[in-house]
């Protein structure tokens, strides 16, 4: 074996090549840095900054590892990596006035053909102006303010006016303590193979409108992943269960690096059959896992909010349970999952009439002892809605929002009693009867 010869200290850069016979079997450019090298027997000659350089690299890759371990172990790291004292301190600050205690938030961000078909059930043409005059109402009437922390808008509402003042709703909202919000996720899509559980589709513009509503006044957001518990068909499967809860953890990052407070809304449906019990499990399985992913994402805990359905035995459940044992269910779905850090629980309807929801939702808050820290509260669409429509039925078109308005206020006094545990359901209400 031949090596070639290497002129000490008079070369910045020498080639070196190995020969075999008379063929080369290498021949690679090296840097010498040093006159110095050293001929190994039956080897070409090694410069001594080779060797270094092999080490250097060596203990690079190392740190490379050290710290791409580091940065999995430091995963959790509750918005450490992207928000300063003063973003995480804002968020707080949103989150204190969305869990007041008495009070809750009016759901209100159906899309224009959701809405729609709620008029026209009634008689009310759906229109632009029919939608923005209705949810004046929802907004301002007198008094509704003393009962709600927050408004989740449909993003038409954002950039509509008041026709009391000519401004934006945002800011109406704001000025009468109540934290505007809007739903950004898209459409919902079939998972293929998942015997119809679905996903919410809108992440990968997500950044880009969450800074549109916060331009436009928003200070929270709302993402809802809907599941059915359907046991025959063993749904929610781990994969319905794992992409949907990801997707929330997802979107609440982006919210928060955003600017707004993520409400995130696992809302299983109380379509189906199954048992009070095998909801509880279920129930738990879906938010453990929900705020596993949340941490693993490294959202800041402190500055979310949740919403989720009461826990409820299916519909068509052949058995019975009192309204105190659904509560029962519900406080241990928190305790067992629910992070202390977190300030708010407000529930969903879901398909509850009002006299139900409130029940349900007055015993949760009776059933709390001095370890349940959390606000639990309402995030009410349909309860609070649908009796306002059936008002508007016989007057020709016309949006009694007078007559609305009255019965709204009322029910916004049982929400918030049921808020602070001190609704008092008449018999039978909160129940479930078996089917």
Known sequence: MQASIVTPAQMVSARVQTVKGNKATACVTRTISSAKAQCFKGTACVPVARKAGVAASRAASRRQVLVSANADLLACHGGD???????????????DMIAQPGKGITACDEGPATIGSRFEAVGIENTEEARRSYRQMLFETPGAADYLSAAILDPETLYQKSSTDGRLFPEVLMSLGIAPGVKPHLKIYALPGQSGSTVMQGLDSLAVRCKEYKEAGCVFAKWRSPIVIDMAAGQPSDLTIETNMQDLARYALICQAEGLVPIVEPDVSLTGSHTLEEALAINVKIQSALFKYMNDHGVFMEGTILKSNIVNPGKGCPKSYTVEEIAAANIATHRRCFP????????????????????????????????????????????????????????????????MGKLYIEELKIASAAALGKHDWAEGEGDHVAK
């Open 340 to 403: 202390t850090a977190m300030k708010s629980a407000n529930y969903l309807s879901g398909g509850q009439s009002l006299s139900d929801a409130a029940a349900r939702l007055s015993a949760i808050n009776k059933a709390k002892t001095k370890q349940d820290p959390w606000n639990l509260s309402f995030s009410w669409s349909a309860a609070l809605q649908m009796p306002l429509f059936q008002l508007a039925k016989g007057k020709g078109g016309e949006i009694p929002l007078e007559e």
């Open 81 to 95: 990596a992207f928000l300063s004292a003063e973003q995480k301190a804002e968020l707080e600050k949103i989150c």
